[in-house]
């Protein structure tokens, strides 16, 4: 069992950055996959980011935001730089032994954090 808990999240404007952290509880976090989904009113659930060893990036993102992890710590982070208000959403830790970029290959998940990018 893992229990995942994300924070960072907030209200910024166009062109800043934001850190958002996913705290991760249980054993042998090292040997999961943890993926960055996100979700905007009204969309479907998107892929972000996803790492094991290396970080994988949607095509919106690739170049703005890194997904990293320390596993002494039990976290994983997502660095967003040049944000616009298309990544405003609720952004989603996510967890599970195969790696994947499809959200319903994930099997553990964090309750959300909201990010809010004002033009």
């Known amino acids: 069992q893992v229990q995942l808990v994300e924070s960072g999240g907030g209200l910024v404007q166009t062109g800043d950055s934001l850190r958002l952290s996913c705290a991760a509880s249980g054993r042998s976090f090292s040997s999961y996959a943890m993926g960055w989904f996100r979700q905007a009113p009204g969309k479907e659930r998107e892929f972000v980011a996803a790492i094991r060893w290396s970080g994988v990036y949607a095509n919106s993102v690739k170049g703005r935001f890194t997904i990293s992890r320390d596993n002494a710590k039990n976290t994983v982070y997502l660095q967003m730089n040049s944000l616009n208000p298309e990544d405003t959403a609720v952004y989603y830790c996510?967890?599970?032994?195969?790696?994947?970029?499809?959200?319903?290959?994930?099997?553990?998940w964090g309750q959300g954090t909201q990010v809010t990018v004002s033009s």
């Open positions: 996510a967890a599970d032994l195969v790696f994947s970029t499809m959200s319903d290959q994930y099997t553990y």
